[in-house]
């Protein structure tokens, strides 16, 4: 089963914000999760997000297309990165992201979304 692994965005990641401790010590925790992921043989793909900002949104009415720019409202509704995991079930998923670094510096939140098959 794929599933993808969507770290949801916070103020602070949609602004940038990069404290010492989660660009030295977070970094090193992710990446060794990350490298037992890829041992596990669980890892299909990771990345992290630009902030919204940098992006952009297609909004569909019937033949018409708007165009809309970054930055996005909600943070909290945004995905900062993902993972994208070939696991046994949901339930292997929710142990792995339960293992998970916090990959914020404050409360965060990690969404498991299955792949349609």
Known sequence: MRVMVLVKATADSEAGVMPEAWSSEMMAAMGRFNDELRAAGLLVMAAGLAASSA???????????????????????????????????????????????????????????PLHQ
Do not use: H, Y
Request: proline share 12%; aromatic share 10%.
């Open 55 to 113: 992006g952009k949104r297609v909004a569909f009415d019937g033949e018409a297309r708007t165009v809309i720019d970054g930055p996005f409202p909600n943070p909290q509704e945004l995905v900062a990165g993902f993972w994208l995991w070939d696991v046994a079930d949901m339930d292997a998923a929710l142990a792995w992201v339960k293992r998970c670094p916090n990959p914020m510096p404050g409360p965060s939140i990690i969404e498991i979304r």
